[in-house]
């Protein structure tokens, strides 16, 4: 009996928030902002990640949110490079959610179509379960966290629309069992796209830059 209320609770609650991300999608489309969410374990290195990204970008506006539970480094560092950035603090909830993507929104004037980056907060389990009015999920993984991840933290795996495996200047100093990887990935998610990247050499982020303009102008064709 206690089990059947709690489903009820939790669907209520991806309900509502399905129903303002949707909006936010809509809201953003109209405006011709391309949301990515950017989900990751903390310190995989999501906002270097952002960084690279937006340096192969040519000629899309970048927008940025950066989603922490306390503070605003990532936000300082990446304003400090002239990057329109925006802070969400959550002060203790391990993800983003839709009602908090809008208010930060509210608050922004885009002032040119481009792409929107919302840097989750550090956690590979319940940013996957909140949509967030993105149009698609980025999920970075890292040489260095092992290759077991897809079988451990599923959801993220069969949610995102394209992999970035991250820190591959690292792999002679570690023991990356691709191929596991790729299996765990592919039995949740047949199509993901995985680039390697790396944030030092700058290695794969035009491929990866490709396919978010690639995404971003497919979007704004089917408006
Ligand atoms: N060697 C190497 N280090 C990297 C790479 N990418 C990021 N780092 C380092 O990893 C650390 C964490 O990077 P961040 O970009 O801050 O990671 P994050 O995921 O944004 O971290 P949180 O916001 O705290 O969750 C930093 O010291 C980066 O310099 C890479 O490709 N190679
Ligand atoms: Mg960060």
């Known amino acids: 009996m206690h089990d059947v209320r709690k489903i009820t609770v939790m669907e209520n609650i991806h309900d509502e928030n399905d129903h303002i ?3 936010i999608n809509e809201d953003l489309s109209n ?3 391309f949301a990515i969410n950017i989900i990751g374990a903390p310190g995989i290195g999501k906002t270097t990640v952002i960084k690279n990204l937006i340096a192969n970008l040519d000629g899309l506006k970048p927008y940025v949110i950066e989603g922490d539970i306390e503070s605003d480094i990532d936000t300082r560092s990446l304003r400090a490079l ?6 969400i603090n959550t002060f203790g909830a391990c993800h983003l959610d ?4 809008h208010n ?7 002032d040119e179509q481009g792409i ?4 989750n907060v550090g956690n590979l389990v319940c940013p996957a379960e909140f949509s ?8 970075i993984c890292s040489v260095t966290e092992g290759g077991d991840k897809p079988y451990k933290y599923p959801l993220a795996f069969e949610k995102a629309d394209i992999v970035i495996l991250n820190k591959v200047d690292l792999s002679p100093y570690l023991d990356f069992d691709e191929d596991f990887f790729m299996k765990g990935l592919r039995a949740l998610n047949k ?3 995985v680039v390697k990247v790396s944030a030092k050499t700058g290695e794969g982020f035009k491929e990866a830059a490709y396919w978010i303009s690639g995404r971003a102008e497919r979007a704004s064709t089917t408006r």
């Open 31 to 33: 405006k011709g902002i």
């Open 104 to 110: 930060a929104i509210q608050n922004i004037e885009f």
């Open 21 to 23: 991300a949707y909006h």
């Open 191 to 193: 199509t993901a796209p």
């Open 116 to 119: 929107l980056f919302i840097e």
């Open 98 to 101: 839709a009602p908090l993507v």
């Open 82 to 87: 002239g990057i329109r950035t925006f802070q």
């Open 132 to 139: 967030i009015g993105e149009h698609v999920k980025l999920l």
